[in-house]
T-cell receptor, first 113, second 115 residues
């Protein structure tokens, strides 16, 4: 069965510091992977997606993620965090047959001034 | 253009009552999904509609849950005889149809509270 693991429930970083959110997946084929962000009271917004090709994908708001097949990982990075980045981040895998999304448990990011 | 809309935004009901939640997908999106976000279970897939095909109901947690999609657009998720464990945020998403590998766009959700 497919699964997504986000090992960090809660991360706190200082504004301006770099960020890396970890994501590991389990899937029997090449996965379709996404990162979504959910701010308080807001819906889920897509940050970036990986389907195939270049393993380093760029997203909105200065985020990027790198797909590493050998490590079954899809970590999200940002070189300099802004206070407005405080939110919950979800790593997501798409079942290419059923199209259903499997979500990780989420990482809540807190940004200190 | 307009995004996915859901109504109501909040619903409070008493245990045992039936509730209906509505989703309006993005125009032109023939694929529609329902998910549930709860404290204990995180975000879970419930059901998937694709055009006129039979829906994928594999994520529905019990036979108290059902969903329909009329005219290939609006969808209604119905929960019969609600239980307290049904309290959650119900999210709807839509996308372009398979086999395009498109993104699912989410609505703001309906927060359901069962007293």
């Amino acid at each position: 069965a497919q699964s997504v693991t986000q090992p960090d429930i809660h991360i706190t970083v200082s504004e301006g510091a770099s960020l890396e959110l970890r994501c590991n997946y389990s899937y029997g084929a090449t996965p379709y992977l996404f990162w979504y962000v959910q701010s308080p009271g807001q819906g889920l917004q897509l940050l970036l997606k990986y389907f195939s090709g270049d393993t380093l994908v760029q997203g909105i708001k200065g985020f990027e993620a790198e797909f590493k097949r050998s490590q079954s990982s899809f970590n999200l990075r940002k070189p300099s965090v802004h206070w407005s980045d405080a939110a919950e981040y979800f790593c997501v895998l798409m079942d290419t047959g059923r199209r259903a999304l499997t979500f990780g448990s989420g990482t809540r990011l807190q940004v200190q001034p | 253009g307009a995004g996915v809309s859901q109504s109501p935004s909040n619903k409070v009901t008493e245990k045992g009552k039936d509730v209906e939640l509505r989703c309006d997908p993005i125009s032109g999106h023939t694929a529609l999904y329902w998910y549930r976000q709860s404290l204990g279970q995180g975000l879970e897939f419930l059901i998937y509609f694709q055009g006129n095909s039979a829906p994928d109901k594999s994520g529905l947690p019990s036979d108290r849950f059902s969903a329909e999609r009329t005219g290939g657009s609006v969808s209604t998720l119905t929960i019969q005889r609600t239980q307290q464990e049904d309290s959650a945020v119900y999210l709807c998403a839509s996308s372009l149809p398979a086999p395009t590998r498109d993104t699912q766009y989410f609505g703001p959700g309906t927060r359901l509270t069962v007293l």
